[in-house]
């Protein structure tokens, strides 16, 4: 016997397989549209294979500041500096140039090397990366030791009644001012990399070279002569020394701070 299918069920079990097929194409185009986002955070305080195949040390962890002590001193400051969410950070205590805990020296001294880190200034921040630090009782880091300066530029310039060339980011701190640059604005972070290899210094800034000279160079020794280190004999003369930060009563951090042997 033939079976009889009733039109209305055919007309019903059509419609809902379009449904069906309209819900899945919905689905689809949604999922098409709007894929799923995924934010990666910035690794930080570590080292890549690559950077360690390439003799990369690293200074700072984001836990511990072992590598570092107090400028004149056998340990760490007990305060002015801290670590704040992975970043080493000197407080802003308002003493200017006197500093609150002081300016920090590495343990280890460098001759020939490439020295890598990230920095951030607050609003007036005032700071600078030194290198070839000699320590001297009562003689102030900055007597001895060139200096890439860290500043917050764009107010500085605003404000200050004196002549900021050679006194901003990236410069050689009194002598060499910037031949080009790359700055991001207070609150953002930016790169700092200094190289020296025979006398021969580079200041690096975000990719971009700022500043190219050569220690005991004449012109050179013509620039310190006319500079605020004419009077200190042990300027930059130095082939291994410290790397200091420095303290100058300003809220600065740094990260991702490393150091490479030439």
């Given at each position: ?129 030194l290198y070839r630090v000699v320590e001297k009782e009562g003689v102030p880091i900055w007597h001895n030791a060139p200096e890439y300066q860290i500043l917050d530029d764009e107010t500085y310039i605003e404000i200050s009644e004196m002549d900021m060339n050679t ?96």
């Amino acid at each position: 016997m033939k079976k009889v299918i009733r039109s209305g069920s055919v007309i019903l079990a059509i419609f809902l397989f379009l449904i069906s097929c309209g819900r899945q194409s919905k689905q689809n185009n949604q999922q098409e549209a709007e894929p799923a986002v995924q934010i990666e955070k910035p690794v930080i305080n570590t080292l890549t294979e690559e950077d360690q195949s390439a003799g990369w040390e690293l200074l700072f962890d984001g836990k511990t500041t072992n590598k570092w002590r107090g400028y004149n001193n056998d340990s760490f400051p007990e305060k002015g500096w801290h670590i704040r969410n992975g970043n080493l950070a000197v407080e802003h205590s308002g003493a200017g140039e006197e500093g609150f805990g002081g300016d920090i020296i590495t343990i280890d001294t460098f001759e020939n090397f490439e020295f890598s880190l990230e920095f951030m200034v607050s609003k007036e921040g005032n700071s600078g990366i030194l290198y070839r630090v000699v320590e001297k009782e009562g003689v102030p880091i900055w007597h001895n030791a060139p200096e890439y300066q860290i500043l917050d530029d764009e107010t500085y310039i605003e404000i200050s009644e004196m002549d900021m060339n050679t006194h901003l980011t990236g410069d050689n701190y009194d002598l060499h001012s910037s031949m080009e640059k790359k700055l991001n604005p207070e609150g953002e972070w930016n790169h700092a990399l200094i190289k020296i290899n025979n006398n021969h210094v580079e200041h690096w800034l975000n990719g971009v070279k700022t500043v190219e000279y050569k220690i005991e160079s004449p012109e050179w020794e013509t620039l310190v002569e006319k500079s605020k280190f004419k009077d200190y004999p042990d300027y930059g003369r130095v082939k291994s020394g410290h790397i200091g930060l420095q303290d100058h009563g300003h809220l600065i951090m740094f990260r991702n701070i490393k150091i490479r042997k030439l």
